[in-house]
T-cell receptor, first 110, second 114 residues
Framework: RKEVEQDPGPFNVPEGATVAFNCTYS??????FFWYRQDCRKEPKLLMS???SGNEDGRFTAQLNRASQYISLLIRDSKLSDSATYLC???????????FGPGTRLSVLP | NAGVTQTPKFQVLKTGQSMTLQCAQD?????MYWYRQDPGMGLRLIYY???????DKGEVPNGYNVSRLNKREFSLRLESAAPSQTSVYFC?????????????FGEGSRLTVL
């Protein structure tokens, strides 16, 4: 089993739709969690850190379920500019080890 | 604010040639990383440096060497390039272990080995 797994995608959704991505992690020592966005042929950029209580930033909501070891990202009112690959990233033990999921590609269609 | 800067952005090599990818950060971060990303695959860690003066192997270190020149700079060297090393290379940095901070990435270096 891979350490971090994500919905395989791709997700093709119309503008204005709500879309949710899931990510599961296997290492119970995981302490920090992040969602990154990566545009084609560009570097990953931080979208959100994920906190235990869940957090929201505009149209984006992230949730963490430590008991079930999964993280989710909800995007409301999708925009064309949301089209990208979304990477789930887990940091083990607040240490040096950042583990990346394979990514889920989202295409928002007009 | 430059953040993480990588050079070169593009490079074409012939099999057997050597080259060094340079990375510098101006955020006073302690930890620095080199990743490679291949089509359809996630980022894989090549080497990392927890702090100035230390380096450690990641998931895919074979064929690479690194140098943490000072706190700002972390270079990746290919001694004898192979076609399997054709990839996009990303340098990243973070504050320090134990602080739970996120990774900041450079723009990437696209390497083709013929």
């Amino acid at each position: 089993r891979k350490e971090v797994e994500q919905d395989p995608g791709p997700f093709n959704v119309p503008e204005g739709a709500t879309v949710a991505f899931n990510c599961t992690y296997s290492n119970s020592a995981s302490q920090s969690f992040f969602w990154y966005r990566q545009d084609c042929r560009k570097e990953p950029k931080l979208l959100m850190s994920v906190y235990s209580s869940g957090n929201e930033d505009g149209r984006f909501t992230a949730q963490l379920n430590r008991a079930s070891q999964y993280i989710s990202l909800l995007i409301r009112d999708s925009k064309l500019s949301d089209s990208a690959t979304y990477l789930c990233v887990v940091n083990i033990d607040y240490g040096q080890n950042f583990v990346f999921g394979p990514g889920t590609r989202l295409s928002v269609l007009p | 604010n430059a953040g993480v800067t990588q050079t070169p952005k593009f490079q074409v090599l012939k099999t057997g040639q050597s080259m060094t990818l340079q990375c510098a950060q101006d955020m006073n971060h302690n930890s620095m990383y080199w990743y490679r990303q291949d089509p359809g695959m996630g980022l894989r860690l090549i080497y990392y440096s927890a702090s100035e003066g230390t380096t450690d192997k990641g998931e895919v270190p074979n064929g690479y060497n690194v140098s943490r020149l000072n706190k700002r700079e972390f270079s990746l060297r290919l001694e004898s390039a192979a076609p399997s090393q054709t990839s996009v290379y990303f340098c990243a940095s973070t504050r320090a272990s134990g602080m739970g901070g996120e990774l900041f990435f450079g723009e990437g270096s696209r390497l083709t080995v013929l």
